[in-house]
């Protein structure tokens, strides 16, 4: 079993940053990559950028390349979305899950952590 929780959202102005932390715990082994999404009222969950373990291999939507950046701890626990230059449409729930060996998608949620962008 393995264990999402994210925190670092809040309320920030438009060109504002915040850093998101997506915790990770149990059977961490087991992850092959963790990646990050986003929910704003009345919309999809869209895809926001990714890690897989293998390789250190990163990716970004094209909405938010340039102004997010992933990185993680030395022990691969927990995983930040440093998210620059916000502008209001950044605001949404931001979701991140973990991908187990060998899966195809991501079986492992956090709750889901506020970011609002102030215009």
């Known amino acids: 079993q393995v264990l999402v929780g994210e925190s670092g959202g809040g309320l920030v102005q438009t060109g504002g940053s915040l850093r998101l932390s997506c915790g990770t715990s149990g059977r961490t082994d087991r992850i092959a990559g963790v990646g990050w999404f986003r929910q704003a009222p009345g919309k999809e969950r869209e895809f926001v950028a990714s890690v897989y373990w293998h390789g250190s291999r990163t990716n970004y939507s094209d909405l938010t390349k340039g102004r997010f950046r992933i990185s993680w701890n030395a022990v691969k626990t927990t995983v930040y979305l440093q998210m620059n230059n916000l502008n209001p449409e950044d605001t949404a729930t931001y979701f991140c899950?973990?991908?187990?060996?060998?899966?195809?998608?991501?079986?492992?949620w956090g709750q889901g952590t506020q970011v609002t962008v102030s215009s």
């Open positions: 899950a973990a991908r187990g060996l060998g899966a195809n998608d991501y079986a492992y």
